[in-house]
């Protein structure tokens, strides 16, 4: 396994609603739980992965996320068993849309 | 000079048949358990033996027997067939008894052909597409003697090939009409067949199988394990291609992702107002997952390669979409099916493993010889075809704007691949595995399935790149690497120049094209399992037992 | 009429989700709390944030009921140390606030073995608290439908129900069909012929043989009808268990053993009960298996 955290400052979306998870631990798959936390502002991303050696395509893969919903104040946690970049980019704008609801 | 050298040695095998069978060959039918003797007597140091060997059919029987004859009597064989399948295949070779092969397709042996290329015991000729492999038949390959299966004969030797009558023909009438003998295994003898597939006349010997051959369902693909990624590639696919270019001849190479969009017809392509559009006519063997476009009224006709299991009751009973005799049954064909695909199909969209910066598109890995099947057939531009479509024209002048060239038409050719395979392998490179496999194998090109020239799309989760609109070798590598993801190749790219692309039309992402992602869920899929399917074609489709949870 | 929505292709949260009244859902311990396996991250395998559990209560028909949902997609939804804990407390919990009844979505191969001893010992905690619950009035029904079915000790909890309802795509049994396999030899039992996994261990051969109670089509609405036909049937009755009704149940058992028990297949026993066209039981829909079997039916 192998722990990764990113953390992107001045975002500007705020989340207010209970923290909400997406996905499952399966095979390819991943679950990811958005809360939101008291950040000055920024969004941190937590990740335990069981694919070991990935960490320059999480990384793009995270600031690309950020670019899209530019989240401010909001803590993701995630479980990944191998789960593709698509993937993973699905589940977690799928998060965000969860907990957006209908003003995503 | 004797001109009848090939009817006079004929004459020579027949007898020796004829004298080791004794009473026990009745006409052209002879015991099951006499089978050796004939193979010892009718074959000759040497011959090339075509052996089916099929893509899905399989003359086992045949087959097995051929594996086991005695290699001091028959040796240096020249094989030749589609597919190496079963492991007698390659135990032929293995054995000693072949010297030489030339095929297709081994996908399920591909490992143990390399090993046994490398350790020298596999000579291999060459690999070829299908109706390429027919074709030699007929020019520098004539097989001398063939080992079919069928499904019945007659008593004087006319066979009924049905629904998998696949490969024969092509096989049968190549060595019959060069003297050759013709060997079949039935499933059954009857006194009247449905109807004629192989006259008597050309037909040398009937052996009843111990049981029926031996065939797989290859192209059924259970919805259940289609994926949201799927979903959305095919939503693309649909509204980005076939909607854009008005595809209504085509080909799908088998797998989950056109799965996909066979299941999307009757639902997100119906919502686009493209029932009659697109999707009318297809070269393709009877899929399962193609049936709720079927019943949606999409689809008007199937011609296929082979059969597929399951399958048989829901094609007796729409016999105006696929090919059914008068008898009521159906007839496949692969070299004419396939000489469909390459003609009078205007796209082919399949997957595949690798794709290179020029689009070089390869199944090829390292430590397995596979081949290619089909693929290369009917991933290629028709050079030959001169009848326009509207597809057709709108593909060539896409590929020829702003070039001082005659005008002409293009065959749609696209590989819709997601970036990463499993264990995150990334599916775009700079260097196919083909190269390393090339130097392994001791080929003389790396073996390639479809080549960049040919390539007019490519579809990743990421969007469309357009091949036909790049007007330079740098244009061209960048529309891949702005749909290769995350993959080291499509964080390679220039920002700049894939920008410019986008602006040009020449990338398409998911919101350019209006494809909702949102909406790219398993709820689109007109049928999510195997019971829907089933009950799509109101209880007549009745899937193999491993497809079944109920 | 909507279209109809698989129960075996939802996840545990959707199943709850959709079973139950709309956003009436409150989980106990949810993933947010991070109460995780102490156990797997020595193994170096994923965690899930709810152990592949999630347990709490909700609304059906506007009745509260206490409620879990195993994920069959976390591990095969093996029951591990804290997964187990979280069913125990649960069914304490239900018990403490006299709850009306018990739900459990089981979708589990057992116990999860990478937690040895501590994943069998939740296991049968669980089956004690199960039948503690029933002994102090809680009825507990259980809902067989995912594509991992109720197997190894979940399915020894799920018989120690007061109800079972299943779809015919559930399955329910003890050993799997590879260990079975496996440990007899595949003339005893092919595990790679779907057809008679599902004939054995599915939820028609198990309605027949009087091991469910109920049948319905794969589909998140009939399993809520189902479940809340049960809750008002056994409102009117005792959960607990009694003397007399696992007498009932052992002479079951022994009828079964003495009239099916030297057959090969299933089909076999259906035709020995008189089923009419027993090989095509597998191919019948719900509604016109339930018209054939439901009066020849064992426990019927």
Redesign the interface.
């Given at each position: 396994?192998e722990t990764l955290n990113y953390r992107f400052e001045h975002g500007s979306r705020a989340l207010t609603a209970q923290?909400q998870?997406v996905g499952?631990?399966?095979s390819?798959?991943l679950?990811v739980?958005i809360?939101a936390a008291e950040l000055d502002g920024a969004c941190s991303i937590e990740i335990?992965?069981?694919?070991v050696g990935?960490g320059?395509?999480w990384q793009?893969?995270m600031h690309d996320f950020q670019q899209r919903w530019q989240l401010a104040n909001a803590r993701i946690?995630i479980?990944?068993?191998?789960a593709?970049?698509?993937?993973v980019s699905?589940r977690m704008?799928q998060a965000v849309?969860t907990m957006l609801g209908d003003a995503a | 000079m004797n001109w009848n050298t090939l009817q006079q040695n004929r004459a020579v095998r027949l007898q020796r048949a004829a004298t080791v069978l004794g009473s026990e060959l009745e006409g052209k039918s002879l015991p099951a358990a006499r089978i050796a003797d004939l193979l010892h007597a009718v074959l000759e140091c040497g011959d090339r033996v075509c052996l089916e060997g099929n893509n899905q059919k399989q003359a086992d029987f045949l087959g097995h027997a051929l594996a086991n004859l005695d290699p001091a009597r028959i040796n240096q064989l020249h094989m030749l067939q589609s597919v190496l399948a079963l492991p007698e295949h390659l135990d032929v070779s293995e054995r000693g008894i072949a010297a030489r092969l030339d095929f297709s397709f081994s996908g399920p042996q591909a490992a143990r052909v390399a090993r046994l290329a490398s350790a020298g015991k596999l000579n291999i000729g060459a690999i070829h597409t299908y109706l390429e492999l027919f074709s030699r038949y007929f020019v520098d390959l004539p097989p001398r003697v063939c080992l079919i299966a069928a499904e019945a004969a007659d008593r004087h030797g006319n066979l009924y090939t049905g629904p998998n009558t696949e490969d024969t023909p092509a096989i049968v009438e190549a060595t019959a009409f060069k003297q050759g003998i013709v060997i079949v295994q039935v499933n059954r003898i009857v006194d009247q067949l449905p109807r004629v597939d192989v006259p008597a006349d050309w037909v040398d010997f009937v052996v009843q199988s111990p049981r029926p051959y031996y065939i797989e369902p290859l192209f059924t693909r259970d919805p259940a394990q289609i994926s949201e990624i799927q979903v959305l590639m095919a939503m693309m696919a649909i509204k980005g291609i076939y909607a854009e270019y008005g595809v209504q001849r085509l080909n799908h190479g088998i797998g989950f992702d056109t799965a996909a969009i066979e299941l999307l017809l009757p639902t997100y392509a119906e919502s686009l107002g493209l029932r009659g559009k697109i999707g009318q006519h297809w070269a393709l063997n009877p899929h399962p997952a193609l049936i709720p476009a079927i019943e949606a009224g999409f689809v008007k006709s199937v011609h296929s390669f082979g059969s597929e299991l399951g399958m048989e009751n829901y094609i007796h009973a729409r016999p105006d979409v696929f090919a059914i005799g008068p008898d009521g049954s159906m007839r496949s064909n692969r070299a004419m099916c396939q000489a469909a695909g390459h003609y009078a199909c205007d796209m082919f969209i399949g997957s595949t493993l690798q794709i290179d910066l020029q689009g070089n598109s390869s199944t090829a890995t390292a430590g397995r010889i596979s081949g290619f099947g089909g693929a290369s057939n009917m991933g290629a531009d028709a050079r030959g075809r001169r009848h326009a479509s509207p597809a057709w024209l709108k593909a060539g002048q896409q590929a020829r704007a702003g070039r001082n060239t005659i005008p002409r038409g293009q065959k749609l050719v696209v590989q819709m691949v997601e970036t990463f395979r499993e264990h995150m392998q990334p599916a775009f490179v700079e260097k196919l595995d083909a190269w390393t496999l090339m130097e392994q194998a001791d080929m003389a090109i790396p073996p390639v399935m479809i080549y960049g020239d040919d390539v007019t799309h490519i579809l990743t989760e990421e969007g469309i790149a357009n091949l036909l609109l790049c007007r330079s070798d740098e244009e061209r590598e960048q529309a891949i690497r702005g749909v290769a993801g995350y993959t080291p190749v499509g964080l390679g790219r220039d920002q700049r120049m894939v920008e410019n692309l986008r602006d040009r039309g020449i990338i398409q992402r998911a919101e350019d094209l209006g494809v909702d992602k949102r909406m790219a869920t398993r709820d689109l899929l007109a049928a999510r399992n195997m019971k829907d399917l089933v009950r799509a074609s109101g209880g007549l489709y009745q899937p193999p037992k491993r497809f079944r949870n109920w | 009429m909507s279209r109809p929505v698989s129960y075996q292709e939802a996840t545990a949260r959707e199943r709850l989700q959709q079973l139950f009244d709309a956003d009436s859902f409150e989980e106990f311990l949810p993933p947010s709390a991070r109460v995780i396996s102490p156990h797997l991250g020595q193994l170096n395998a994923p965690v899930a944030f709810d152990d592949g559990v999630a347990v709490g209560r909700a609304r059906l028909n506007g009745q509260t009921v206490y409620t879990a949902a195993q994920e069959g997609g976390f591990m095969g939804g093996a029951v591990g140390e804290v997964h187990g804990a979280k069913l125990v407390g649960l069914l304490r919990r239900a018990v403490q606030d006299q709850a009306c009844a018990v739900v459990l979505l089981v979708e589990s191969g057992g116990v999860r073995l990478h937690e040895a001893n501590a994943g069998l010992i939740a296991v049968s905690e669980v089956m004690r608290a199960l039948l503690d619950a029933r002994a102090a009035g809680v009825p507990v029904i259980v809902l067989v439908g995912g594509a991992n079915g109720a197997f190894g000790g979940m399915g020894i909890v799920a018989r120690c129900a007061n109800v079972v309802i299943m779809s015919e795509e559930g399955r329910l049994a003890m050993s799997g069909p590879e260990v079975i396999e496996t440990a007899s030899g595949v003339e005893e039992f092919d595990a790679r012929d779907r057809a008679l996994v599902w004939r054995t261990t599915g939820g028609k051969h198990r309605y027949l043989m009087g091991d469910c109670h109920s049948i319905v089509a794969d589909d998140i609405a009939a399993f809520r009808a189902a479940a809340a036909q049960a809750i008002a049937t056994l409102a009117g009755q005792s959960a607990a268990l009694s003397l007399s009704a696992l007498e009932a149940e052992q002479q079951m058992l022994e009828q079964r053993l003495q009239q099916f028990g030297q057959l090969r297949d299933p089909v076999e026993i259906w035709s020995t009960m008189q089923i009419p066209d027993a090989a095509n039981i597998p191919m019948l829909d719900v509604e016109s298996f339930i018209a054939t079997a439901s009066k020849r039916r064992m426990g019927a």
């Open positions: 396994m923290p998870v499952v631990v399966g390819g798959n679950e739980l809360e335990q992965t069981a694919a990935f320059a395509i793009a893969v946690s479980n990944d068993m191998g593709t970049p698509a993937v699905l704008d849309q | - | -």
